[in-house]
C-alpha cells in the first residue's frame, strides 16, 4: 500500500461540538491501517517509495520512545531493509521500544549532540561492508512528507475554517499548509509546537515550503509546550481525560494532548469562533501516553 493509498477516519465529535460551541471533527491519522498508524506511515511510506535506487540499510534518529522509529522500524521488518535507529532519552523495552525490539531494529542510545556523529559512524560501517546506505531524515522531515500530507488534505470532503494539530519537526503541517495553498482554500492550519519556539517551528516549516510563501502562511504556536518535549503537568492529563470521558478519543502528553489542549485555550480566547467548522488532525502517539513516568 502506497502513501496516497492510505485514508483515515474523519468523524465529527458530537459531545465536544456542544462543550465547545464549535463544529468540531476529527481526522483519526492514529487509526491508519499500517505499521501501527500515526502520522509518520503517511511520511515514510512516502519517503521509501521515492527511493530511485535498491538499498540495503536505512538509518533514522528520535527520541527513545519515537513514533518515527517505530514506523521506520516495522517497514524495514516487512520490506527486508536492515534498520539503524539512533535514539537519544532513557532507553526502554515497553511502547515504540517494544516494537524497535519485535522488529529487529539496532538501537543506538547517544547524547542528543552525538546522533551525527554516531550516525556517520554507522553509515560508514556498512559502506565498508558493501552495503549501500539510506539516511532517513528524523521525523521524515522532508519534501516526500510535506507531499504525503498535501495529498492528505484532499481527504476532507469540505472547507474547514481551521484544522489543528500537534507540530514537532514541523513536515505536517508544512504539508497540510501546501494541501491548502494547491486547492485555493481559505482554510488555516494552526501548528500547536511540542517542543519548538515559534521563530525555530517557523523557520523549519518555511524550508519545505516553495520560496516564495510568505511567512504569515504559517500559524505556529508555542504557547502550550508545558516546558518542552515529554513535559506535561496535572492540567494537561485532566485535559486527557475529559476528552477520553466525552469523545473516547485517546491522546497523548508529548503530542495530541497539547495540540487539544491548545484548541480548548484558543475557544476560550476567541481565537476560534463561535460555530466555527475546525478539524482536529490526529497524528498519533498513544504508546507515548502509556509509557510516561507519572501515573496520573
Not at 495529498?151 to 497540510?176: C, H, M, N, R, W
Request: charged share 25%; proline share 2%.
Amino acid at each position: 500500500m502506497k502513501a496516497s493509498e492510505l485514508y483515515s477516519p474523519l468523524y465529527k465529535l458530537e459531545s465536544l461540538s456542544e462543550y465547545l460551541d464549535i463544529d468540531l471533527w476529527v481526522k483519526r491519522d492514529d487509526l491508519l491501517p499500517l505499521y501501527l498508524g500515526g502520522n509518520k506511515v503517511r511520511k515514510n511510506l512516502k519517503i521509501i517509495s521515492s527511493l530511485n535506487k535498491e538499498y540495503d540499510v536505512l538509518i533514522t534518529n528520535g527520541g527513545s520512545q519515537s513514533n518515527h522509529a517505530r514506523v521506520l522500524a516495522l517497514i524495514g521488518a516487512k520490506l527486508g531493509y536492515q534498520v539503524e535507529l539512533v535514539l537519544h532519552g532513557e532507553q526502554s523495552a515497553l511502547g515504540n521500544a517494544y516494537f524497535y525490539q519485535i522488529a529487529n531494529a539496532n538501537t543506538h542510545y547517544v547524547a542528543s549532540d552525538e546522533i551525527a556523529m554516531k550516525i556517520e559512524e554507522v553509515k560508514t560501517e556498512y559502506e565498508q561492508q558493501g552495503k549501500s546506505v539510506f539516511i532517513v531524515p528524523g521525523g521524515g522531515h522532508s519534501l516526500e512528507a510535506v507531499k504525503a500530507y498535501a495529498e492528505a488534505y484532499s481527504e476532507l470532503p469540505f472547507v474547514a475554517d481551521k484544522v489543528i494539530l500537534a507540530s514537532g519537526t514541523g513536515g505536517t503541517q508544512a504539508g497540510l499548509i501546501e494541501g491548502v495553498l494547491q486547492a485555493g482554500h481559505h482554510t488555516k492550519i494552526f501548528g500547536i509546537s511540542v517542543a519548538r519556539t515559534k521563530e525555530r517551528g517557523v523557520d523549519a516549516i518555511l524550508k519545505l515550503l516553495p520560496e516564495n510563501t510568505h511567512r504569515s502562511v504559517v500559524d505556529f504556536f508555542d504557547d502550550y509546550r508545558f516546558g518542552g518535549y515529554e513535559q506535561y503537568n496535572q492540567k494537561l492529563v485532566d485535559l486527557i481525560k475529559l476528552v477520553l470521558l466525552k469523545e473516547s478519543l485517546p491522546l497523548d502528553t508529548t503530542y495530541t494532548g497539547k495540540a487539544m489542549y491548545g484548541l480548548f485555550e484558543m475557544v476560550k480566547s476567541g481565537a476560534i469562533a463561535s460555530k466555527e467548522r475546525v478539524v482536529f488532525w490526529h497524528t498519533g502517539g498513544l504508546f507515548n501516553l502509556i509509557t510516561r513516568k507519572n501515573n496520573e
